[in-house]
């Protein structure tokens, strides 16, 4: 019994070492994304001005 407690203790703190490597990854990730999905948004708002642009461009040319 103790010998498996041992192993079972082993077990468990290789175990917490890889949760928190995992979860060290994890936030690098959500970071990450953070950082490219605010860059992405401000593509996406600087393309739809210039598309409101070229479309209030054809209506005051067929003014």
Known sequence: MEDK???LTSTWKQHET??????????????YIDKSGAE?????IHEEAREDDK??????QSL
């Open 5 to 7: 407690k041992v192993s």
């Open 18 to 31: 890889d949760l928190k490597n995992l979860e060290s990854a994890l936030s690098t990730l959500n970071e």
């Open 40 to 44: 992405s948004m401000q593509s996406h």
């Open 55 to 60: 479309t209030q461009s054809k209506k005051d």
